[in-house]
C-alpha cells in the first residue's frame, strides 16, 4: 500500500508568489490533516479535514494560507502571497479515525518550502 | 502550561543497549491517545507506536515499548537493542478533544537521539 503522497518534495519560490502543496492521503483513510514544522513552533496542526469537508482551521496562521480537498483522494494547501516567514516543512498525514484505536496519523514525506 | 513535555533535547547511547526517551503530558480529557514518532535527518516523520488513555497494558511494537504511566501522566519510550539507524529526533505526542470542543494534536519539542557504536 502506497503512504502518504506529497509534491512537490522541494519548493523554493520569491515572496509574493503563490505557492501551491499537495497531498494525495492514504486509500480509505476519512481524516486529513495539514502540519507545519518549523525550528521556532515545532510541528503545528494548521487544519483537518473529514470526509473531504474542513473541520477545523483553528491552527491556519493567516488568511493567505487556505486549505481545499475537492474528493478523498487529493488535497491542496496554498499561500497567496507567499513570505519568507512561510518557510518551514509542510506535512499532510491521515487517518481512519479521529479518535480510537485506528486513529493514527501517518505522515506523508513532506515539502520543504523557501520563501526568498 | 506545556502540554507535551520531553525534558532531555540529546540523548547518547551504546549501540545494543536499551534507552528510555521521556515524555509527560498535561489534559483533563478522560480519553487520549498518545503516539512516539520518529524523524531522521531525511526528515520524513515515522510513526513507531500508539498507546490509547484506555489501554489497560502497555503497547509495544517490536522494539519499541511505551511505558504509560496514566496516573504520573507519562508515556516514556524504550528502545531496546538500540541500533545505529535509531539516530534521529523522537517526537511525543497527545491527541486530545478538550471539554470545550475541537480536536488537538499536540507535539513535544523532541529528543534528538545519537547512537555510539
Known amino acids: 500500500d502506497a503512504g502518504v503522497i506529497q509534491s512537490p518534495r522541494h519548493e523554493v519560490t520569491e515572496m509574493g508568489q503563490e505557492v501551491t502543496l499537495r497531498c494525495k492521503p492514504i486509500?480509505?483513510?476519512?481524516?486529513l490533516f495539514w502540519y507545519r514544522q518549523t525550528m521556532m513552533r515545532g510541528l503545528e496542526l494548521l487544519i483537518y479535514?473529514?470526509?473531504?469537508?474542513?473541520?477545523?482551521d483553528s491552527g491556519m496562521p493567516e488568511d493567505r494560507f487556505s486549505a481545499k480537498m475537492p474528493n478523498a483522494s487529493f488535497s491542496t494547501l496554498k499561500i497567496q502571497p507567499s513570505e519568507p516567514r512561510d518557510s518551514a516543512v509542510y506535512f499532510c498525514a491521515s487517518s481512519f479515525q479521529l479518535a480510537g484505536p485506528r486513529e493514527t496519523q501517518y505522515f506523508g514525506p513532506g515539502t520543504r518550502l523557501l520563501v526568498l | 502550561a506545556q502540554k507535551i513535555t520531553q525534558t532531555q533535547p540529546g540523548m547518547f547511547v551504546q549501540e545494543k543497549e536499551a534507552v528510555t526517551l521521556d515524555c509527560t503530558y498535561d489534559?483533563?480529557?478522560?480519553?487520549?491517545?498518545l503516539f512516539w514518532y520518529k524523524q531522521p535527518s531525511s526528515g520524513e516523520m515515522i510513526f513507531l507506536i500508539y498507546q490509547g488513555s484506555y489501554d489497560q497494558q502497555n503497547a509495544t511494537e517490536g522494539r519499541y515499548s511505551l511505558n504509560f504511566q496514566k496516573a504520573r501522566k507519562s508515556a516514556n519510550l524504550v528502545i531496546s537493542a538500540s541500533q545505529l539507524g535509531d539516530s534521529a529526533m523522537y517526537f511525543c505526542?497527545?491527541?486530545?478533544?478538550?471539554?470545550?470542543?475541537?480536536?488537538?494534536?499536540?507535539f513535544g519539542a523532541g529528543t534528538r537521539l545519537f547512537v555510539k557504536a
Open positions: 505526542a497527545m491527541r486530545e478533544e478538550p471539554n470545550t470542543g475541537g480536536f488537538k494534536t499536540i
Open positions: 489534559t483533563s480529557d478522560p480519553s487520549y491517545g
Open positions: 479535514f473529514n470526509n473531504n469537508v474542513p473541520i477545523d
Open positions: 486509500s480509505g483513510h476519512d481524516y
